[in-house]
């Protein structure tokens, strides 16, 4: 066999384990077509070496097996949100995001129309076949009017499942795309005028210009059920009506090229520029790690607890997180938050068996009790009932948080009866200074409160002192 040199492209198709040169497209697929020409302009270009393509899922998902070049596999539908990220921490990298209509058109369009209207430097190659290929032949958005797919077996109806969407168009009343333009694969006159839209899309990448969008009208014989020559058909005769072919814009000489990127600021600087400056975490691996729980209803200053907590870590400079999970209610719906202290990087936030548990209503004391760790702590409001049995080895306290701020006039204070138990009782292993600080810190925006919840805090802690 003639040795025939590849540059762009693999030379083999390894997925099928016998170095094969054949492909996973079917006879007469566009999808085999618009991948020499993405290799064609990538290599003529000179571009190889830069260019990073995203294949979300769909036929065209094992890319990676057949491009020489940068790859990064997305999930359905999110190839420009990948694509958005890589040009923004590589904004030397040519950006190429290949997706079919379902992908790009049904679950992903609205990252589509975010990522066009944001301008991201991307060249956009959208393959449309009128149906899903992969699934096997399901409606896509551009399906046309009466087509027949798996899910419209009698033919698609507007009345029912809306009317063919036109990307193109769609992405044309938006201000920042550089150039919009629809082609097809369907017979040779139309590919090398493929081919020219794909390298000017991949030249704006070059000169840094922006967001380009190439739509390629693309036949699918196995799923419309036509020979490949039918199919390419079909793609003249019938989507060319719906979806004529053209350039809808072409802004390439006014738009300006990508100025340089501000330099990144760095880690202490995102500190310093934040609310509260504070030096970062330092690595303590010796530290032992702490993971609490803070819950209750709504409007119980569940949340500002954790917060608390949280923010008196950071000023200790441990790693923390303050990780909140509420009901949609304003007010009275569950609410809890998962705060953990560690010597070194958090790696989930989640707390699903705390060591310390805090409980301020009975539901969630019923409902979280069970999980606490032997030898954990759980600090519990009074007025709940400790019908349910603590595991063996936890410790249940039981604060007067709810009753002890009503009786000191400041009910909506119950939060810090319970800060003061945390504290007294020793159960964030944090320096009471910091934990009163970070209270402080808390009411930032009302000064007028600070000296008044020192007071509360002292009151609790007395409360708690006489009667544990
Ligand atoms: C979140 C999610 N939903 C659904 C699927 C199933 N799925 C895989 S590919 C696909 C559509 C493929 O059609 P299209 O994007 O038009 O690409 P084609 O295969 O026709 O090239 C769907 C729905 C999935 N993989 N992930």
Redesign the pocket.
Known sequence: MKEIKTVGMYETFDRSGKHTRATHYCAGCG?GIVHKLVTEAMVELGLQDRTVIVN??????FGYYYWDCGNIGA???RAAAVGSAVNRVRPEAVVISY??????????MNHTFQSANRGEHMAVIF???A?????GG?M?P?TLVGMKTKTSPFGRDPLTMGYPIHVCETLNQLRAPVYITRVSVADTRRIMQAKAAIRKALEIQRDGKGYAFVEVI?P?PT?LGLSPVKAAQFCIEQMEQEFPLGTLRDNTKEADPRAAPAPKPTPQEYFEAGETALPPAVVDPDFKELRLKFTGFGGQGILSLGICVAEAARMERRFTSWYPSYGPEQRGGSAQCSVVISGTPIGCPAVDHPDVLVCMNRPSYERYIGDVVPGGLAIVDSTVPLEVKPPEGVRVVQMSAIDLAIELGVPKAANTMMLAALMELGATGLKPEHLQAALDASFKKKPELVEKNRALLREAVSWLKSHT
């Open positions: 999808h979300p899922i769909g036929c065209a998902v999930a359905h539908g997706q079919g209509d379902g992908d790009l058109a049904a679950i992903g393959i449309n076949n149906i899903y290929g992969m699934t399901q896509a551009t693309s699918c799923n």
